[in-house]
């Protein structure tokens, strides 16, 4: 007698092929196509990876159970506040607005220094999903760094090398 058993396709197999086999076809925001979100997703892995702004309120209002001293009555406002302003980096997916975590200082309930100079450099050449990725490419100006990585230690590098990108994508 085998101990090959056919396939009997079951209700948790059948959830599987309609939930995760199949995409939509269409492209999705940002111009995107939806086999692409996993690799986008992968590419902020080691930076934080990528969180909502619903999740990033929550863990900023926990962090401020955690200390009193920060003064944060309204993490939903305040990280809206971020997107609407575009004070932050987010991507338009089918899952709503994604922000990449490396620009986040949670324990202080913050953006991370610098963010907002370098964004300034970029800001009407990149948007979306290409602004989001030029962080987590390496980028030949920093020697093949990060740039999200690279702000950690090097944040005048990092804005002049988006000051090159800036002046090479507008055509010098």
Known sequence: MSDVHPFTETPASTWFNDTVVQLPAAPQPDGVPPCHWMTTAAAFADTGGLISGDELATRIREHCLLDTSLRVSEPVSLVARWIVSRAVV???SPWGHLLPM???????????????VVLAELRGVLEGAELALWFVTPN?????????V???TTLQAVRHAARADRYVALGG
């Open 90 to 92: 987010s991507i338009d």
């Open 140 to 148: 030949e100006w920093l020697h093949g760094e990060r740039p999200a």
């Open 102 to 116: 490396f620009q986040f200082d949670l324990p202080r309930a913050s953006l991370q220094p610098g963010v907002a």
């Open 150 to 152: 690279a702000m950690q």
